[in-house]
């Protein structure tokens, strides 16, 4: 403030200088508001706003007719704060071509403050630059109002600054009579106050819907749908977005339609809405082609796995789709074995690619498995090559090699063991034999292959 002060005091001193200058000029004849509002391009204002805020003459020209400029002081001590806060001559030239009133917002009672409160929630130079340039009326806002009244609702900083940066005009809200009756909507409905600070963190235009023509409606016609309160909670919890779009039940209504009329009983469609509710948010054409598809499969639709195949594909997409499939047939695996691993479990095409590459090269060239047998166990895609297949083959390998258990033990069997059931076999129970047993199950131990082909 000292600081703003002394700078205030050496505009002041050059404005009365300039003044008697100008005594016995012709220019000083004119009031001082009539040249800074004079439409000649050569006026002072348009000067200002060329030389010191680096508009181009034309946008000076329109800028100058929008607002008084009665003297320079005000003007200068704006961009002198700006600059002082990390913004560059281009931030100020495109912070002021979109807001040119700036030049006279209140310095001491709105601008700094709101620069400083802008600033204890992580922005400077750049980024604030930024998120200003964006919405540069935020300056002038009561900006503090909003973040006391989030703050009180439990929001971190962090959180706050999140919000901040991508919806800088939540702060043109009045925040008690907008934001405050939503904050304790959702709280009625069971949110806590760590899960409303989630919710609108990750979507905070949802504050941006009216409660009593958006949000209310909506939540009334998901309690109509889903049945319980419970549920309500569950897919509000999963999938924010639900509450920010005016027609967004439309599309879930038309695919639970879609997939009753393929015969999958009502309990089903709604525990794949409950689980899943951004797949029920596809468009309807989309969702009915997936459908279709796990129909043609051969798919029974009272089961979970119908709904199970349906999370995959859409999951996946038709291009990473095709990758998969590429990837496992490059390992020997004829399309009919892989639409039939899917049918056993649909979610083994949800691993990665790179997942899917190297859990076949282990399984087909290190341990010389027939491909086959992958796609009669395609549990095996789900699991980890690091945490589990490869730790689990490191102990057969030492027990093996010791006489304790037989060559002919099945690999898979092993693979598909609970980690309790296959610590409490093979790891507890002969670790006082081998002390190395232990190592080995926490992957400290190599594996350097089985030295015969043990059974599958």
């Known amino acids: 403030m000292l600081h703003l002060n002394c700078i205030r005091l050496q505009l002041r001193r050059k404005a009365f200088t300039i003044g008697h200058d100008h005594l016995f000029s012709t220019s ?12 000649d391009p050569q006026s002072p204002a348009v000067s200002f706003l060329q030389d010191s805020c680096g508009l181009s003459l034309e946008s000076a020209i329109s800028a100058s007719k929008k607002f008084n400029i009665e003297n320079i002081e005000n003007p200068n001590l704006v961009l002198h704060l700006l600059r002082n806060h990390g913004l560059t001559q281009t931030h100020i030239r495109n912070l002021i071509s979109r807001r040119p009133l700036l030049l006279l917002a209140d310095l001491d009672n709105t601008l700094k403050p709101n620069i400083d409160l802008f600033e204890s929630l992580g922005f400077s130079g750049t980024n604030l630059a930024k998120m200003l340039c964006t919405h540069p009326r935020v300056l002038e806002s009561d900006a503090h ?33 907008i934001f405050k009756p939503k904050l304790e909507f959702f709280k009625s409905m069971g949110l806590s106050d760590l899960e409303v600070a989630k919710l609108l963190s990750i979507a905070p235009y949802v504050l941006e819907r009216s409660l009593e023509n958006q949000i209310i409606p ?22 924010y977005r639900i509450l920010a779009e005016s027609t967004v039940l439309h599309v879930p209504q038309a695919n639970m339609s879609t997939l ?18 951004k797949l029920m948010l596809l468009s309807n054409n989309h969702f009915s082609e997936i459908v279709h598809e796990i129909t043609r499969l051969g798919f029974n639709p009272n089961n979970l796995l119908f709904v199970l195949a349906i999370v995959s594909m859409v999951q996946n997409g038709k291009t990473l789709w095709e990758q998969k499939v590429e990837a496992l047939r490059s390992f020997g695996l004829s399309k009919d074995e ?28 290190k341990l010389k498995m027939k491909p086959s047998m992958i796609s009669k166990n395609p549990n095996l895609l789900l699991l980890s ?27 898979v069997h092993m693979f598909k063991m ?26 400290k131990i190599e594996f350097q292959g089985f030295l015969t082909d043990l059974k599958m």
């Open 28 to 39: 000083s004849l004119k009031p001082i508001s009539e040249l800074y509002n004079s439409k």
């Open 385 to 411: 090559l690091e945490r589990r297949i490869i730790p689990r083959c490191s102990v057969m390998q030492l027990l093996i090699s010791k006489g304790l258990i037989k060559e002919d033990t099945s690999v």
């Open 145 to 177: 109002s909003v973040v006391q009244l989030f703050r009180a609702h439990g929001f971190s900083d962090k959180q706050i600054s999140t919000m901040t940066m991508k919806r800088p005009k939540m702060f043109l809200s009045n925040a008690h009579d």
């Open 338 to 365: 892989i639409y039939s691993a899917f049918k056993l479990q649909p979610m083994c095409m949800n691993s990665s690619e790179k997942k899917i590459k190297k859990l076949m090269d282990f399984f087909v060239n």
């Open 218 to 239: 909506c939540v009334q016609e998901l309690r109509r749908i889903l049945g319980t309160d419970e549920n309500v909670l569950l897919v509000t919890k999963s999938c």
């Open 418 to 443: 609970t980690e309790k059931k296959f610590v409490e076999k093979l790891v507890s129970k002969y670790h006082n034999e081998v002390p190395n047993v232990i190592s080995a199950h926490q992957g």
């Open 260 to 277: 009753l009329s393929h015969g999958v009983p009502r309990p089903l469609v709604l525990k794949l809405f409950i689980i899943k509710p």
